[in-house]
């Protein structure tokens, strides 16, 4: 059996945890988190890229890139994820693949306008609030959705 290739997919100011609002995103610089889910993607076997971009076009590339080079992937699309529809209908087009909607921060909680996903309706489903221990919960429901 090959192994599995899954793909950490961050999204608009994603690269600034760490740095901005601490309060809600932790200390934790987004480089080190990454290194950590990389590290635990390892520890189940697994091949782990990441990937961050500003730039929705970048995202969407990514995830059609998906189709072809990745099991699963584990999406942060931050702010993109309350109105991108060009985002989700890139999910969409990748079926094959398992998204996994994740948040650090528990959107629901916060601004009304953060409490609606674009993406949700084409994503296995969603984990939020648990910092960056949803990006590792985030793997082992792809666990079980590979």
């Not at 189940?44 to 099991?71: M, P, T």
């Not at 648990?130 to 959705?145: D, M, Q, T």
Request: proline share 2%.
């Amino acid at each position: 059996m090959s192994k599995k290739n899954v793909l950490l997919l961050l999204g608009p100011n994603l690269n600034m945890v760490g740095i901005r609002e601490k309060g809600v995103y932790g200390d934790e610089t987004a480089e080190d988190i990454a290194r950590q889910v990389c590290a635990y993607a390892a520890d189940l076997g697994w091949n782990c890229d990441v990937f961050q971009s500003n730039h929705e076009g970048d995202l969407i590339d990514k995830i059609h890139e998906a189709r072809e080079k990745y099991d699963g992937v584990v999406l942060n699309a931050g702010a993109l994820t309350h109105y991108s529809y060009a985002l989700r209908d890139a999910i969409a087009s990748v079926k094959a693949v398992p998204f996994v909607e994740t948040h650090m921060s528990n959107i629901h909680a916060r601004e009304e306008f953060r409490h609606v996903s674009v993406i949700a309706p084409v994503c296995a489903g969603q984990i939020s609030g648990f910092g960056k221990v949803s990006y590792f919960l985030a793997l082992e429901a792809l666990k079980h959705l590979m």
